[in-house]
């Protein structure tokens, strides 16, 4: 999905977003199931242009979600900051 914004809240700024989402399924073990997201969301002003990027890895088993979450954020392609969580859930717990 991608969308362009345009606003006037504190000043003209324009934003951009992009999301993709990629599901996979195994037909014989349907516990077994991936889900790979990714996105990413621009908002370009007076000042430059700031780029949060984010990454989610959800796999399954019988047992549990395994999760991953990484964010990214930039300015004018400079690194700014980086952070990834990791957590397995309980099938039970959902």
Request: net charge positive; with cysteine; hydrophobic share 30%.
């Given at each position: 999905?991608?969308?362009?914004v345009?606003?006037?809240?504190?000043?003209?700024y324009?934003?951009?977003?992009?999301?993709?989402?990629?599901?996979?399924?195994?037909?014989?073990?349907?516990?077994?199931?991936t889900?790979?997201?990714?996105?990413?969301?621009?908002?370009?002003?007076?000042?430059?242009?700031?780029?949060?990027?984010?990454g989610?890895?959800?796999?399954?088993?019988?047992?549990?979600?395994?999760?991953?979450?990484?964010?990214?954020?930039?300015?004018?392609?400079?690194?700014?900051?980086?952070?990834?969580?990791?957590?397995?859930i309980?099938?039970?717990?959902?």
């Amino acid at each position: 999905m991608e969308r362009e914004v345009y606003s006037y809240m504190g000043g003209p700024y324009k934003a951009r977003t992009y999301e993709k989402r990629t599901f996979t399924t195994n037909l014989t073990d349907p516990a077994d199931t991936t889900l790979v997201a990714e996105g990413e969301a621009r908002r370009t002003g007076s000042k430059g242009e700031l780029v949060c990027k984010s990454g989610m890895k959800i796999q399954s088993d019988v047992d549990y979600f395994h999760v991953e979450v990484t964010r990214s954020l930039y300015r004018s392609e400079t690194l700014l900051r980086t952070k990834t969580f990791k957590d397995k859930i309980p099938r039970g717990f959902v």
